[in-house]
């Protein structure tokens, strides 16, 4: 008798302290049930990951998102946003719509803040910022090195997990989020997917299989480079000779300026500045154009030694002629982020008078090993 006492007192307890289950929180204090929480989700982490992002007016607006071999590259055309997949340079899924919250009480800026990614070494789920008037939601989508697409749209409906990290309940399918500071456990609830437009959707993708086919321009960025009054241009042109799409546009791409004179105007090319493949990490290549005033950098990243190196070569328009202004370097270590690596920065003191035609990628690496 005493023994059935005991165990209905138990399921009694159990019961109380599991009471509030079916809400939204389940406020974890106790340490036991903490570990149990980290056991439910072990096979699922939320990871760090990499961005490089153009937001400029003046050219295509994007977002590329990228870790271990994966890359997600964000294209946005007005308030639409477009994702094309890629696992260890290989595309796994072209352009295709995405909910994307950009615009509707946000911008890029934010938006990108608000992506999360979690990850079990072979597949993962990329949550991507959704619209919402009150509450924390999220456009899901499932993917591993073979496919990439929608999964769910999920809300928190409560404020209860401000500043949380994301886990999934394997055995029920459960996506839950874990407050940081309070450890309060709240519980994604399903939403209808939010609505796109197929049409507006369709007529989109064509334009960029147009852009990606046609041989137009990557990338052009416009501005009165000769302080004359008039626009000068800057076009990075798609590598047409590389084994892959990621390498067409990230790696030797030639480069075009046009800068306005009072008799027409003035070419100067370069196909050799866009460093080459070196296989080293997923985030090498181009990144973009800056442009203030007389002066227009490039900035591109490479990876060495588990080190990444994020490179601005800063160019100085002086009427026709454009010379090589600077060379800079800054340094992230992926296998020590705690890390401080200096910056690096050579001028005009180092190499002299170098024209924008005769930079290359040899000629930076020289510098840079000096």
Known sequence: MKTKFLILFSFILVFLSCKGNDGKTVNETDAKNQTAVKEDYSSYKEIHFNVKSDYKDNSKKNLEIFFADFLFKIQFVDDRAYLKASFKNKM???????????????????????VKIIYNGKDGYLFLPGYSEEFQ???????NSQDFKFNQALSLNTHNCKDGEIFLDNKNEIFFMVDKTSKTKCIFSKEDAYPVST????????QLQQNKNGGNALNEFVSDLNRDGKKDKISVYKNDTAKDDFDKTHFVLPLK?????????????????VFSNNSNCISEGFSTVATKDNYFTIEQQTCYDYVLVDSYITF???????????????????????????????????????KFENVNENFLLRLRNK
């Open 92 to 114: 796994i899924r072209d352009f295709q719509q995405v909910v994307y919250n950009f615009t509707y009480d946000s911008d890029y800026v934010n938006a990108e803040k608000r």
């Open 199 to 206: 049409k507006q959707a369709q007529k989109d993708l064509a």
């Open 257 to 273: 300026i046009l800068l306005s004179s009072k008799s027409g105007s003035i070419e100067k090319s370069n196909n050799n500045m």
């Open 316 to 354: 100085k328009v002086d009427g026709n002629e454009i010379y090589l202004h600077k060379y800079g370097e800054t340094y992230f270590d992926k296998a020590n982020h705690e890390r401080k690596i200096p910056d690096k920065i050579w001028t005009v003191k180092d190499f002299g008078k170098v």
């Open 137 to 143: 939601n999220f456009t899901v989508y499932k993917f």
